[in-house]
T-cell receptor
Framework: GEDVEQSLFLSVREGDSSVINCTYTDSSSTYLYWYKQEPGAGLQLLTYIFSNMDMKQDQRLTVLLNKKDKHLSLRIADTQTGDSAIYFCAEKTGRRALTFGSGTRLQVQP | EPEVTQTPSHQVTQMGQEVILRCVPISNHLYFYWYRQILGQKVEFLVSFYNNEISEKSEIFDDQFSVERPDGSNFTLKIRSTKLEDSAMYFC???????????????FGPGTRLTVL
């Protein structure tokens, strides 16, 4: 079955770049997503990438996909304190259900 | 910007009681979903719903759970007889079905925190 793994914690200084990594097992994934969850809040869609792409950039966010290694990363440029949150990677295969990783807690230090 | 809304934000109930969690999906969306997140654990898929019927469900979604679209705007999750282990954050999501290739992007509500005592 599908499995998505992420490291649990990342700490960066304000103004630095953050890179959050994710690995997945299902090679038939069609779309991969990044969601952000702030304390007490829901899941906010940040960006997504189609599996036949290897990079997508959206303002401060850059998504890199290595399909051979089944590795996805989210880079946040010029990280701000407001970026502190939990970041979830999720994949969708042929079914509609999303499979989520365990989330990476990003802490941004001033 | 349209958004998914959920009520209540927090529900406390006694074990064995029935609860209904409510969601209003984005108005032009056709697919609806429920997920749950037990504290400290992954977000898990429960069920998806399309055209007034369940299109997919996980092994978590047993006979204690049911979903319904009682009118043109609401989407509900009912838990018939709650157990302690049902305590979790329940997220509703919706997605739009587009012609041709679609990201089928799911937009999530803020969640309902269910506490079973």
């Amino acid at each position: 079955g599908e499995d998505v793994e992420q490291s649990l914690f990342l700490s960066v200084r304000e103004g630095d770049s953050s890179v959050i990594n994710c690995t997945y097992t299902d090679s038939s994934s069609t779309y991969l997503y990044w969601y952000k969850q702030e304390p007490g809040a829901g899941l906010q869609l940040l960006t997504y990438i189609f599996s036949n792409m290897d990079m997508k950039q959206d303002q401060r966010l850059t998504v890199l996909l290595n399909k051979k290694d089944k590795h996805l990363s989210l880079r946040i440029a010029d990280t701000q304190t407001g970026d502190s949150a939990i970041y979830f990677c999720a994949e969708k295969t042929g079914r509609r259900a999303l499979t989520f990783g365990s989330g990476t807690r990003l802490q941004v230090q001033p | 910007e349209p958004e998914v809304t959920q009520t209540p934000s927090h529900q406390v109930t006694q074990m064995g009681q029935e609860v209904i969690l409510r969601c209003v999906p984005i108005s032009n969306h056709l697919y609806f979903y429920w997920y749950r997140q037990i504290l400290g654990q992954k977000v898990e898929f429960l069920v998806s719903f399309y055209n007034n019927e369940i299109s997919e469900k996980s092994e978590i979604f047993d006979d204690q759970f049911s979903v319904e679209r009682p009118d043109g705007s609401n989407f509900t999750l009912k838990i018939r007889s709650t157990k302690l282990e049902d305590s979790a954050m329940y997220f509703c999501a919706s997605s739009e079905r587009l012609a041709g290739r679609s990201t089928d992007t799911q937009y999530f509500g803020p969640g309902t925190r269910l506490t079973v005592l």
